[in-house]
């Protein structure tokens, strides 16, 4: 039996990472879970942002932004940048991130998240009290302790990247590999 | 020191539940990782979706459809939803799947999945060889299952979200909590 819940934004599992803009030398940093893939051509992110939120206005005022994917250990600095608003206070310098150039946006990159995005705004919609941001990713950023065997990728078991429970309002990890993807549901072609 | 990657749509984690859809008798089911929500007011689901897809042509068509949260232990099924067409074939009758009636879409719930949202085509915006579709949700469903103590919520650890991790392509699951979110954060305050 299933039981009905409401009409409720949850979704399992949310990422949780950190974007960060800049703007005539002020800088914002905020966490945002509501973010995903908006597109393959270009590579587009999507994110939920409330409309009143500070780094919004230096995303839109600069046209770019970075998002900033954090590993489990650094659940403190991504809440903290959660809950608090940078219109009266420099967090990079509070939670102790760091911000560093971008190779290609102004806005600058967290340090200390071992993978990153640079984006390039590309289109605001108006959604209630939200704006849908979309970003044309530009260029991505791993710290070279998570690169793959190839070095050309990330190993995500070495990224441990922090995970967001909606609902429950939590910080998870992710476990070892499961199963690997366009394989384990190739049997099931033989029923066709 | 970070190495530059390339523009890839890579964000960490990823869901990658099972969509589904249903027009004039007919019904699709697709895996979509590139899923989010797109803002709270109302509740909005965005997802990209390659423009050929034969279920978008349903959720175009029909104005619905439903997002289904799979937990692990389902990754054959949503890995064979993800690289078969519906296009000539029932995958809901050779995944080994239900549709089960929603309480207010007609587009059909996956039954197997522990938790489902009901959604309304709200906006399709094109973007490249895909589509970024918006839907509010309606409705959710979770089974009895996975309800948590007071049963209004999700417990995320009884429902065992499956999870899908980009570029190595592969699923993993979910550790038990790191921490609690608007909680973790706040003796970071002590520094402002």
Request: charged residues 20%; proline residues 7%.
């Amino acid at each position: 039996m299933k039981k009905q819940l409401g009409a409720k934004p949850w979704l399992y599992p949310m990422p949780t990472p950190l974007v960060a803009a800049a703007h005539a030398g002020e800088r914002g940093v905020f966490t945002v879970a509501w973010v995903g893939i908006g597109s393959g051509t270009p590579a587009t992110v999507a994110m939920a942002v409330r409309a009143t939120r500070n780094t919004l206005r230096l995303i839109e005022k600069s046209g770019e932004f970075t998002v900033n994917v954090p590993c489990v250990g650094q659940e403190a600095i991504v809440d903290f940048c959660g809950i608090v608003s940078g219109r009266d206070t420099d967090k990079f310098a509070a939670a102790g991130i760091t911000p560093t150039p971008g190779t290609v946006v102004s806005a600058p990159l967290v340090e200390e998240c071992p993978f990153n995005l640079e984006c390039r705004l590309t289109g605001v919609h108006d959604m209630g009290e939200y704006r849908l941001v979309l970003g044309e990713i530009l260029e991505t950023h791993a710290d070279e302790e998570i690169l793959d065997e190839a070095g050309t990728g990330v190993d995500v078991g070495k990224l441990d990247p922090l995970v967001y429970v909606p609902g429950s309002r939590e910080y998870r990890g992710l476990t070892a590999k499961v199963a690997d993807a366009y394989s384990v549901g190739v049997p099931l072609k033989g029923r066709l």
